[in-house]
């Protein structure tokens, strides 16, 4: 399934990359090549992000940025501003990417009341596109209603060889949304894996690259994070391999289910199983 949109597929997640050492990884990140970096208001790491940028030297259009709307800044008061906020941590007048980071529960937040800020957002000019994270079926199919056919660019969620989201990625593929891969390593536990090991072997690439390529494969954004030169050299590497069919079978056939994020404030997931 080849993806193609606005987003770039491959990105830069930057949960843990706090403080000097955060920034600093992050600018080496694009100068290997990352062009979408991915934060959240939660992450602590929107002034890391908008610092490498600028330390980049790159035109502010040659880089992709994501952030994401903390649940506890759902309602209508608190939405925009904590926007306005972010957009001057980053030091931008305007994110490519906002996203809603979690649901609100039970709708303690009416679902509307802060669909309709996110919208409103986009109409202000403070992002390019909106879009979600951590929605299940249910939640896609309220914003489509809401906000009609298109509206939203992705929904991201935990994804990775061994939590595949069969029913989410088919429903995402009828929609014509690509998802986008969070946690893609599975925390790193892609390179404990004998068939993805093998399958590196065969492409001469590490076991992350093979975990990457697959998701994108499937068409999928991917967002792997590191901390280190030579694991984000070797996740930027996907963007260079491509799985026969045959391996993309053997890749399909590693999920599990394995849910690793999966705190309280969860909705109920559509793929339990
Ligand atoms: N929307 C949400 O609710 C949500 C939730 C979770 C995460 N996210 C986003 O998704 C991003 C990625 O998720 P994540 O950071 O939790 O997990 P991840 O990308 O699956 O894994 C990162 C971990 O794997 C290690 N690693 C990375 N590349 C490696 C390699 N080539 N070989 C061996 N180990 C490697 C990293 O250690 P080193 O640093 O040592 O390389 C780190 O411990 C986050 O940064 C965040 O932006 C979103």
Redesign the pocket.
């Known amino acids: 399934m080849i993806y193609s949109g606005p987003i770039p597929q491959l990105g830069?997640?930057?949960?843990?990359?706090t403080g000097d050492a955060g920034t600093e990884a992050i600018l080496k990140a694009i100068e290997i090549g990352y062009r979408h970096l991915?934060?959240?208001q939660t992450?602590d790491t929107e002034k890391q992000v908008g610092e490498a940028m600028r330390r980049s030297g790159l035109s502010r259009g040659d880089l992709f940025v994501t952030t994401?709307v903390a649940d506890t800044m759902l309602e209508k008061a608190n939405f925009l501003p904590s926007v306005e906020r972010s957009l001057a941590a980053i030091g931008v007048d305007q994110v490519d990417l906002l996203?809603i980071?979690?649901p609100s529960q039970n709708d303690q937040v009416p679902f509307a009341e802060y669909m309709l800020e996110l919208a409103e957002a986009k109409a202000r000019g403070l992002t390019r596109l909106i879009g979600v994270?951590?929605f299940p079926i249910a939640d896609l199919e309220r914003s489509r209603q809401l906000l009609g056919e298109g509206a939203i660019a992705t929904n991201?969620?935990?994804i990775?060889p061994f939590l595949q989201t069969p029913k989410l990625r088919d429903y995402a593929r009828d929609m014509g949304m690509p998802l986008t891969a969070?946690?893609?390593?599975?925390?790193?536990m892609v390179?404990d894996d004998p068939t993805i090991s093998a399958i590196a072997a065969a492409h001469g690439v590490?076991?992350?690259?093979i975990a990457l390529a697959f998701l994108m494969g499937e068409g999928h954004i991917v967002?792997?994070?590191?901390?280190?030169e030579?694991?984000?050299r070797?996740?930027f590497a996907a963007l260079g391999v491509t799985l026969t069919p045959e391996e993309m079978d053997r890749m399909r056939a590693l999920n599990r289910g394995h849910r690793r994020?999966d705190p309280a404030k969860s909705p109920v997931w559509d793929d339990q199983d």
């Open positions: 830069l997640g930057t949960f843990g990359r991915d934060t959240a992450y994401k996203l980071h979690w994270s951590n991201q969620m935990e990775h969070y946690q893609p390593l599975a925390k790193g390179n590490g076991p992350s690259a967002i792997p994070a590191s901390g280190s030579a694991n984000l070797a996740n994020i």
